[in-house]
């Protein structure tokens, strides 16, 4: 388990414990905290987490920024790669490709997933990322390649 989750586990116990992790996760790479990302839920496999639509993260027509959209499904996506590598392992990003699908007209669940089998060796593994409005409607679907290689000795 890595320090992130575990920190994720014992936070998330107390009572605020989300919005307290939400506050600590965003500060450790603080490009998220742009998005000021609200997490859900996280454990191997899959992590939510919720970004408002607000004045600083929209666009001139005034829906969410596709780059903040983008941000919010990197910061899932890091918090999958916490919860799921495995401790004698070592992740980074290697690439994004997204699709944008229809308008980012409210709040935003982003999502990110992968199957057990995608982490059985190193090298590419594939984070099925997707942010959906609040009417259920994907926005934004892709995938996030990030790069799993062991930690040196």
Not at 97 to 108: G, P
Request: hydrophobic share 40%; with cysteine; net charge positive.
């Amino acid at each position: 388990m890595s320090d992130t989750f575990a920190l994720y586990r014992k936070v998330t116990a107390l009572p605020l414990g989300k919005q307290i992790f939400s506050f600590i996760y965003a500060q450790k790479a603080t490009y998220f905290w742009t998005v000021r990302p609200q997490v859900r839920e996280v454990r191997p496999h899959h992590a939510a987490l919720t970004i408002k639509k607000r004045r600083a993260v929209q666009n001139h027509i005034g829906t969410v920024h596709a780059i903040a959209v983008c941000n919010g499904l990197e910061a899932a996506m890091g918090l999958l790669a916490e919860a799921t590598v495995p401790k004698d392992r070592r992740w980074i990003p290697k690439g994004m490709e997204v699709a944008y699908l229809a308008k980012s007209t409210t709040d935003l669940l982003c999502t990110a997933d992968t199957d057990p089998a995608d982490w059985e060796q190193t090298g590419d593994v594939p984070v099925r990322v997707k942010a959906i409005r609040e009417d259920g409607t994907v926005v934004v679907e892709g995938t996030i390649t990030i790069y799993v290689s062991d930690k040196k000795k």
